[in-house]
């Protein structure tokens, strides 16, 4: 038969891979994916385990600083605790009473952010009820306000106001009548997942090695001392080594595991938060609510949709499989019902769930638990050399943690360099882009740019450029395809992100580029994305179905907690598409038994 | 005798024409497009899933594919609780079979003269079964389908052409020729040869990102056709190189573009110039045209048969003890937020279930929307009131219970209630509301609409007979 993928470029690619010149998956040093020879063990100054917002951060602060660094990341770049993030660098009004140092490491760190990868965030205006029977009356509320007013500057916030009850409810009809007063306030969103791509990419750039999908099995040891680790890749199910000469244990709420790798034990308080994401935004303004234990919460718009949360409660379960129980979300939407009557109208249309890393505290609620944060040399606690940890802190004062970090990490190595991360901008945050402009140039529509200038900057044109022959590239100009009509994203960012980006499976995508995670859950996205990474990244029948069945049983896995009202049909809908339109292909992850597209593995050369 | 319809897809529809066709008059009370209009292009009767619980694609032995008519027979035989078992009987043995069989070939034979005004054929029979290629190059194996996808069977074809529009997105020709392939080598047939053929419309054709809906709305303007016929004709030119096969044996497999109409008259063009069959593909679920050239070909059959079409959603029914009275409207148009009053002899509850309304959540548990009916899993066991989220897995895997469950009938389609008893008189149920089944699982979706929407009809006409007699 005429082989349909005789002259996919996909095709090429794995015929390469085959040739056993490198791992599957991965980034490698110019930050394009080339076919560079990589031996099975690899060496190199600093191995980062984890690819969450700390590892990202620093992994690319150590290449900033001239160190080799590699990074191993055992899913998807920000996929634990990062992903699982309210995706704000706000100051934490919150911790001024009990942890003043968090909110102004959060500020200053938050305006450090703003410069350097202005793309990736947004303004979200805050606005906070004050009800009759609040423990706080609006008097010492606003005392806070101006407290914290002296740390908006740092963060390009603006001051707060006091707004009347009349003025609230014509500010945001959907707030409860019942409210006194309100007040607003001013913070910042980020697309977390997206920041720590950005900062693995660029450590990557700057000649790091970043592989997704690879976990850390054991440590190298050599009298006593950690002088690497052995990883294997969770795809392909190859194992190799990483000698370095420090290893930072940068995994999170993971981080206890690697740290009894090496026979030690850090004690961390692990709090699950849970959020609800809805299917579209219940309000452009962020709105504060409170648990009916007290605790403070919100609704907020995030990117296209809103998020409700956030809960804290300590986490005693298995980290690789958390589940979002009803009462978790019972609890998230009595809280907003006070503030917003109408909450339960909207669609939840899946939920995350994630853990932090809390430093350990005995006897106190979770609330009230420190968000600081603890870089350990395990060589001068424990008498383990090159092994260190990061452990604690929040998403907001990310970078100004990793130049800590890093600070010890390069006073162990002898390194002189700087910190220069507050600086340099992260890829595409070096200037501002014509979105109009890269509408037109590319035929692509105004909400796709928009959204492709968010996700990568200035270097958006570069994504549209490069990558969109499809079939077989009869116009000389193709116009982008829309995959994903919800974010959207479009088949180049697709191919951009297998071929430029590393990525590896489609459930990563839902991460790098919020892929299926509006209001269809992939129900009308995820074939065609997997088709177009079948093309980009030469998948078998097998292996696309397999991918497709494991991505959209993630989006039922986190859709389904929180079933109610018009959800249940769209999962009806998700179900139609998904098992209704199966074929017989038994989905493979390793693509066997397919005679059209090579089997995409991974030999290594031996060192 | 004054009979309303409440829900206006296939069930709903069907009972409607059937009753218009015996002469009664009908009024249908529509809230909008449900789960029909979302269909892809197939009528499934008893069509076999890769899932455990599905039906099976092979005999016993595995050595050869099942017909349809054995396929309804081991869905007769086997679940027990399927809405075929109630209309033809849960013995399984030779009568329910015969019985189902006559059935499903004079409803598919009503509703291809009901659709057939409207350029859109019911093709297909029990006999055989046609493996059509869905737009992501699943196979399924279709008893009867629609004109469009309809004469893609692949099975008859040496040569199967795949058409690749430039810019169309939700459809990569390559990946899906390499999963066709791998659907036979899964199924165990030979295959045909696959190739990519590229298919170059004009600038300007493929707008919005690649839009397939808009891609399809364009063919149904002349204009639009011709150029689609234009350049499948300066393929069969320019591709005499290299093929093989001819006429029949060679089939041109398009992507679900051929707009909202006329299916039939455009097929003829397009084979024409291209010198042998063409077929869509199927759609899949949420989006393709197939369902919407269906709804669209019942609205006008509903029309020509003069039964009077109500857009309104029913906010009540009224009822003195086991009898229903009659329904309160609210009007779908927004200037109109007054009630209406519609009374009724007979109702007929046809709309379906999350999608449609007519199963729906309040107060943390899941309901029958209007009457609060008890409602049944495939198993038996009763869940109105449960929790939706207790009803399905964490994994999309094995059976969900909340995509089973509906309302449970006896054989003239009155729903039952916990002491296995009519709860009305005056209310029969049809549809997807009816539960014991999954449909993704056991295919046999539009297959159940039609015939029990059929059924209900004459169940009602039999009424109307008893009252006049």
Not at chain 1, 258 to 277: S, T
Not at chain 1, 358 to 386: K, M
Not at chain 1, 505 to 532: E, F, P, W, Y
Not at chain 2, 381 to 393: E, F, H, M
């Amino acid at each position: 038969m005429n082989s349909p993928s005789a002259s996919s470029p996909g095709k090429a690619k794995a015929d390469a891979a085959c040739e056993g010149t490198r791992p599957s998956g991965g980034v490698c040093a110019t930050g394009r994916w080339r076919d560079t020879p990589v031996r099975r063990t690899l060496t190199t100054q600093v191995l980062v385990v984890g690819g969450g917002i700390n590892g990202a951060g620093i992994a690319r602060d150590l290449a900033l600083r001239g160190v080799r660094v590699a990074l191993v990341e055992k899913g998807e770049l920000g996929g634990g605790t990062s992903w699982a993030s309210s995706g704000m660098i706000h100051g934490g009004l919150r911790y001024l009473q009990k942890d003043p140092q968090v909110t102004l490491h959060s500020c200053v760190d938050s305006g450090n952010i703003q410069r350097i990868a202005p793309h990736l965030i947004f303004r979200i205006p805050f606005l906070m009820p004050v009800f009759r029977d609040d423990p706080i009356g609006p008097e010492l509320v606003e005392i806070a306000l101006e407290m914290y007013d002296r740390f908006q500057p740092f963060k390009r916030g603006k001051p707060h106001t006091r707004l009347s009850r009349e003025q609230a409810l014509r500010l945001e009809p959907a707030l409860s009548p019942q409210l006194e007063c309100a007040f607003t306030l001013d913070e910042w969103g980020v697309d977390a997942a997206r920041l720590c791509a950005a900062n693995a990419l660029d450590a990557a750039d700057r000649g790091a090695q970043v592989r997704t999908h690879t976990e850390v099995i054991s440590l190298l040891r050599d009298a006593g001392r950690v002088r690497g680790a052995r990883v294997r890749d969770g795809i392909t199910g190859e194992e190799w080594e990483i000698e370095a000469e420090l290893v930072m244990n940068a995994a999170g709420p993971w981080l206890p595991k690697v740290a009894r790798l090496a026979g030690l034990e850090v004690k961390l308080r692990p709090g699950k938060g849970v959020h609800l994401v809805f299917e579209r935004r219940v309000s452009d303004l962020a709105i504060y609510a409170t648990g009916i234990d007290g605790r403070d919460m919100f609704t907020f718009p995030h990117e296209q949709n809103s998020m409700a949360g956030t809960t804290d409660d300590d986490f005693y379960g298995d980290l690789d499989r958390m589940e979002t129980t009803e009462d978790e979300v019972a609890y998230v939407l009595q809280a907003m019902e006070r503030s917003i009557p109408s909450i339960r109208r909207h669609r939840v249309c899946h939920v995350t769930a994630g853990v932090r890393p809390t430093l350990f505290g005995f006897g106190r609620y979770e609330d009230e638990l420190s968000r600081d944060y603890q870089v350990i040399d395990h060589g001068a606690r424990d008498g383990v050399p090159g092994l260190f940890t990061i452990a604690g802190g929040k998403l907001a004062a990310y970078r100004l943690m990793a130049e800590d970090a890093t600070d010890r990490l390069c006073a162990r190595l002898g390194v002189r360099e700087l910190c220069r991360t507050a600086q340099t901008p992260l890829p595409g945050g070096e200037a501002p882009l014509d979105v109009a402009a890269l509408s037109r140039r590319f035929r692509v529509g105004w909400p796709a740019a928009l959204r492709l200038f968010f996700r990568h900057g200035a270097h958006a044109p570069r994504v549209l450029e490069q990558s969109v022959p499809t079939p077989f590239a009869e116009p000389a100009t193709p116009v982008p395809r829309i995959v994903c009509a919800c974010e959207p994203v479009t088949d180049a960012e697709l191919v951009h992100a297998a071929l430029r980006e590393g990525l590896r499976t489609l459930t990563d995508c839902s991460l790098r580029l919020r892929l299926g995670i509006g209001a269809c859950q992939g129900a009308s996205c995820a074939a065609a994305a997997a088709s177009v990474l079948a093309e980009a990244l030469g998948w078998s029948a097998e292996q696309t179905a397999h991918e497709l069945a494991t991505f959209l049983a993630e989006r039922w896995r986190v859709a389904t907690p929180a079933l109610a009202g018009a959800q249940i049909a769209a999962l009806e809908l998700h179900r139609a598409a998904d098992v209704g339109a199966r074929g017989f292909t038994r989905g493979d992850r390793a693509g066997r038994g397919s005679e059209d597209s090579p089997r995409r593995s991974a030999s290594w050369e031996t060192a | 005798m004054r009979v309303v319809v409440i829900g206006s897809g296939l069930a709903g529809a069907a009972a409607a024409l059937e009753l218009a066709s015996r002469e009664m008059k009908v009024t249908l009370v529509s809230a909008g497009v449900g789960a029909t209009a979302l269909s892809f292009g197939s009528l499934d009767v008893a069509v076999p899933s890769p899932e455990g619980s599905g039906l099976p694609l092979r005999d016993a032995t595995a050595t050869r594919l099942l017909a349809p008519r054995e396929r309804l027979a081991a869905c007769l035989r086997t679940r027990l609780r399927h809405p075929y078992a109630t209309l033809f009987g849960r013995s399984g043995g030779g009568a329910a079979e015969s019985a189902a069989t006559d059935a499903v070939k004079s409803a598919a034979a009503s509703l291809d003269r009901w659709l057939a005004p409207s350029g859109l054929r019911v093709e297909g029979g029990l006999d055989a079964a046609r493996l059509l290629a869905n737009v992501h190059g699943a196979v399924r194996a279709c008893d009867f389908a629609f004109t469009g996808p309809a004469e893609g069977d692949l099975q008859g074809a040496a040569e199967v052409e795949i058409a690749a529009v430039t810019g169309l997105a939700q459809h990569d020709a390559r990946p899906l020729a390499r999963a066709l392939a791998a659907e036979f080598a899964a199924i165990g047939l030979p295959r045909p040869s696959f190739r990519v053929v590229p298919l170059p419309l004009p600038a300007g054709f493929v707008v919005d990102g690649g839009s397939p809906a808009r891609v399809a709305a364009r063919t149904d303007t002349e204009e639009g056709l011709r150029a689609l016929v234009a350049a499948v004709a300066a393929r069969h030119r320019d591709e005499t190189l290299g093929r093989r096969a001819e006429g029949e044996r060679r089939l041109l497999l398009l992507p679900p573009i051929l707009g909202f109409s006329g299916v039939l008259a455009k097929l003829t063009r397009l084979r024409e110039a291209a010198g042998c069959r063409v077929a869509e593909c199927l759609g899949a679920p949420p989006a393709s045209p197939a369902g919407l050239r269906l709804a669209g070909a019942l609205a006008a059959a509903l029309s020509r048969e003069s039964v009077v079409v109500r857009h309104a959603r029913v906010r009540t029914l009224e009822r003195t003890g086991r009898q229903l009275r009659a329904l309160r409207l609210q009007s779908r148009e927004a200037s109109s937020n007054t009630e209406e009053r519609l009374e009724a002899e007979v109702i007929l509850l046809a709309c379906g279930r999350f999608l449609g309304g007519g199963l729906s959540e309040h107060e943390g548990g899941v309901h029958e929307t209007l009457l609060d009916l008890p409602l049944y899993d495939e198993a038996g066991v009763r869940v109105d009131g449960s929790a939706a989220s207790r009803l399905v897995r964490a994994s999309p895997e094995g059976p969900q219970r909340l995509f089973s469950s509906g309302v449970r009938t006896d054989s003239r389609l009155r729903p039952l209630g916990a002491d296995g008893e009519p709860l009305f008189e005056n209310l029969f149920v049809a549809g997807d509301l009816i539960g014991g089944f999954d449909p993704s699982t056991q295919r046999t979706g539009l297959g159940v609409a039609l015939l029990t929407g059929l059924r209900a009809a004459s169940e009602i006409a039999r009424l109307a007979e008893q009252e006049s007699a």
